[in-house]
């Protein structure tokens, strides 16, 4: 289990967790459930929610960089001057845009 240490102004405890257990009268109280629905599907599928809007959120950053790296690359291509040199003409581009706002 995991190891909990604990202070206090005069004592210091370490303690160790065997295993989580709710109590029974804690889950139903005047005949209703504590729990919503929300927190049951949190519970079941917290780590695949949070592992999907990783993946998907990665998804996004990436496509973003390369459509802003693509509308630079076909300013470059029509001549136009570069943004480090002091250019803005990628402002006109929808694919640059495109990448923004993604």
Known sequence: ????????????????VISSAVPA??????????????TRLE??????????LAVFS??????????KK???LRLVEKGGTRAGDGGHGYLKDWLWWAGLLT
């Open 1 to 16: 289990g995991s190891l909990i240490t604990l202070s206090c102004l005069s004592h210091r405890a370490v303690c160790q």
């Open 70 to 72: 693509k509308g630079l």
């Open 58 to 67: 990665s998804f996004l950053i990436g496509s973003s960089v390369i459509l």
């Open 43 to 52: 519970n079941n599928y917290g780590f695949y929610i949070g592992l999907g």
């Open 25 to 38: 009268d804690s889950i139903q109280e005047n005949g209703t459930s504590d729990s919503s629905w929300i």
